[in-house]
């Protein structure tokens, strides 16, 4: 079993910056990739950033290439989301994903919001 849990959303106002965390625990060895989502009500859940544990590969939706930085520190299992020129299409849910051996684990997402 992995626990996936997020950190760091809040309120900020259009071209901020906030960096987002994502602290993983348990069977840790069996993660292969870490990733983070987004949802808005109405709307399905997108990708917006993923990271290989192996070679630190990334890739990036287009809607956040150049403002968004994904990465991880092994040494305490954590994944962050550096989001900076934000702007209030970037409000949503932001979830964490840890893509493991056998399954995907999901933490409870964090509230961004972007407004002025």
């Known amino acids: 079993q992995v626990q996936v849990v997020e950190s760091g959303g809040g309120l900020v106002q259009p071209g901020g910056s906030l960096r987002l965390s994502c602290a993983a625990s348990g069977s840790i060895a069996s993660i292969n990739a870490m990733a983070w989502y987004r949802q808005v009500p109405g709307k399905q859940r997108e990708l917006v950033a993923a990271?290989?544990?192996?070679?630190?590969?990334?890739n990036y939706a287009d809607s956040v290439k150049g403002r968004f930085t994904i990465a991880r520190n092994n040494a305490n299992n954590m994944v962050y989301l550096q989001m900076n020129s934000l702007k209030p299409e970037d409000t949503a849910v932001y979830f964490c994903?840890?893509?493991?051996?056998?399954?995907?684990?999901w933490g409870r997402g964090t509230q961004v919001t972007v407004s002025s």
């Open positions: 990271i290989a544990i192996s070679d630190s590969s990334t």
């Open positions: 994903k840890a893509n493991a051996v056998y399954r995907n684990y």
